[in-house]
């Protein structure tokens, strides 16, 4: 399901669904003001049951992956997913680019040192970054299929037949953790994506302050 709404100079985008197996309900909003360089995110959950329930959320945004795709990201201990589970350290031991994964790997910061993160590429000559509160949406992960072996998944799931990395932000830390939302219980983050024609400094980027609707106002919707 799904509704506009212009308000002001803000347009915003809104999707969800009750979902089937608990009855929860969630609601996404995407909104962009006339005059801004970012898109505004935010994610609603509630439990409209009696009984409590498990929940999970990642935003996932995919972008070209070229072998000079660069990795924009904190420094700290990260969890590598790989052909085994390790924690490097990102600053001396995560790969800069796309060339540098000759395998597919999943990357999970466990203590970043800034919450926005990124990947741009100087061939397309175009990237995105994202960025948000660390008190409320801590969660910052990469996949990248690489260059090796790997890289026909990508491409079999791409309707341009080209791989792509996947940059993703949530609530949580870890894809192994979900958390559990209680009877009546209602949540909600904010998260913001920055398309830009050059490479940013991700540890210069400050926290987007728009006037947003108000959580009240936010449509919830039905079973599917």
């Known amino acids: 399901h799904c509704q506009a709404r212009h308000v002001g100079d803000r347009l915003y985008v809104w999707c969800g669904e009750r979902e089937l197996r608990f009855g929860m309900q969630w609601t996404v909003e995407y909104s962009l003001g006339e005059h801004d360089p970012f898109l505004t995110q935010r994610t609603f959950y509630r439990n409209p049951t009696a009984r409590a329930h498990p929940w ?7 972008v070209p992956a ?27 031991d ?9 395998r597919m790997a999943g990357f999970f910061w466990l203590e970043p040192d800034v919450c926005a993160f990124g990947a741009f590429t100087p061939s397309l000559g175009h990237g995105l970054y994202h960025i948000a509160d ?19 998944w990508g491409r079999a799931a791409s309707p341009s037949g080209e791989s792509y990395v996947e940059i993703q932000g949530g609530p949580l830390r870890d894809q192994s953790i979900k958390e559990v939302l209680h009877p009546g219980q209602e949540r909600f983050h904010v998260e913001f994506w920055l398309p830009s024609s050059r490479p940013l400094d991700i540890h210069a980027l400050k926290l987007p302050q728009p006037g947003l609707l108000s959580p009240s106002e936010i449509p919830w919707f039905d079973w599917p």
Do not use: Q
């Open 94 to 102: 995560g790969p800069r680019r796309v060339g540098d994964l000759k």
């Open 66 to 92: 070229r072998a000079d795709t660069e990795f924009h990201f904190p420094n700290g201990p990260v969890l590598r997913h790989g052909a085994t589970l390790e924690t490097i350290d990102w600053a001396s």
């Open 56 to 62: 999970m959320s990642w935003s996932n945004a995919a």
């Open 134 to 152: 660390p008190a409320v949406t801590p969660g910052i992960k990469l996949w990248s299929y690489g260059v090796g072996p790997h890289e026909i």
